[in-house]
């Protein structure tokens, strides 16, 4: 009889635990439900319209649309919509209106990617807002370690907020490295940044900075060419002081004999003549005779160089190449001797 006792308290205790062991595992599953990640952004329809407007150029619209769904959502979905409607103003020329979209937007809430995305952002709206410190703060990432639709645009926003803090050859410095990440204009656009960047420096901290480079730095060519450009603009400078200006001279000194000798003529000479024909004399003819000792001049000398210079350095790399290419203009030469002629015949007539 004690046996069948004990059995049977033995087999309620083992249902008291079955059902506790139900009972937590109910709780864990409802817990499960409770903290299950929200549906993936992309995923949904919306999202996808969104995202099509942004990549189709309807950029306001593309905003409005990401607007939409961050205000639909919650959590790590809207963080994730809010940054999105503001890259679409960004893109729009709007970064006041990027700044106002991001407002207390919190960084934990955003992963992969969008964290990055966001400190470009932000580090673009401060420069906007001439605050060079907290740009050059906000791109201070690893470059390497960004995805590579993004590298360019951090290098990018990185010489422009050392430009701004007046670290002009840090600055070129970055945008030699950020010309490997560029092509087509964008890379013409980013090299002629690199020489006018450097060409704003001195020429001789210029030279003393490339004399502790190493000859296989990338820097090195950019400050050559840097040194030639401030040469060239000096001596452009000078050619116009003394040849431009000589010029200009000479039709000042003209236009004052002219106007001092139609003064003097008797007012018969004036009812003889037609005015277009003295306004024309007094104008158009000092102004050419004020070209072809300005520059004309100044191209009756260039032109003869950048022959010579451009004909030496085809003949080396081509010499073939370069006789055919020299062909047409014995032909065009003849053909605007011809032209001249015909001209002159038909003036006279």
């Not at 189709?56 to 790590?76: M, N, R, T, V």
Request: with cysteine; hydrophobic share 45%.
């Amino acid at each position: 009889m004690r046996r069948s006792t004990t059995g049977v308290s033995l087999v309620r205790a083992v249902l008291r635990q079955g059902r506790s062991a139900a009972a937590f595992v109910l709780v864990l599953a409802l817990a499960g439900c409770v903290t299950m990640p929200e549906e993936e952004p992309a995923t949904s329809a919306d999202a996808a319209h969104a995202e099509t407007l942004y990549r189709e150029g309807e950029l306001d619209q593309a905003a409005a649309a990401f607007h939409a769904l961050a205000e639909s959502s919650g959590g790590d979905a809207a963080a994730h919509y809010r940054l999105r409607a503001a890259e679409a103003l960004r893109e729009a020329g709007d970064l006041d209106g990027a700044a106002r979209e991001l407002g207390d937007l919190k960084r934990r809430r955003l992963h992969g990617a969008d964290p990055t995305r966001l400190d470009l952002l932000d580090a673009e709206i401060a420069l906007k807002h001439g605050d060079a410190a907290q740009a050059r703060a906000l791109l201070t990432m690893p470059i390497a370690d960004l995805p590579p639709h993004l590298r360019a645009r951090a290098l990018e926003l990185r010489a422009r907020a050392e430009v701004a803090a007046g670290d002009r050859y840090t600055a070129a410095r970055t945008r030699a490295q950020l010309d490997r990440y560029l092509d087509g204009a964008d890379r013409d656009q980013n090299r002629k940044e690199i020489i006018d960047t450097l060409a704003a420096l001195e020429v001789g901290d210029l030279k003393a900075r490339a004399e502790t480079l190493t000859p296989d730095d990338p820097l090195r060519p950019w400050i050559e060419q840097a040194l030639r450009a401030k040469g060239q603009a000096l001596a452009r400078t000078l050619s116009r002081a003394l040849i431009f200006n000589v010029g200009r001279d000479v039709e000042y000194d003209l236009r004052s004999d002219l106007f001092a000798h139609l003064q003097r003529l008797p007012v018969a000479y004036y009812q003889a003549q037609q005015t277009g024909d003295l306004m024309s004399r007094l104008i158009n003819d000092v102004t050419a005779i004020r070209m072809l000792l300005g520059v004309g001049i100044l191209n009756l000398v260039n032109t003869p160089v950048y022959y010579a210079y451009g004909l030496s350095i085809m003949l080396a790399l081509d010499p073939t190449l370069t006789l055919l290419a020299l062909l047409p203009f014995p032909i065009l030469l003849l053909v605007v001797i011809v032209q001249l002629v015909y001209i002159r015949r038909a003036e006279t007539l």
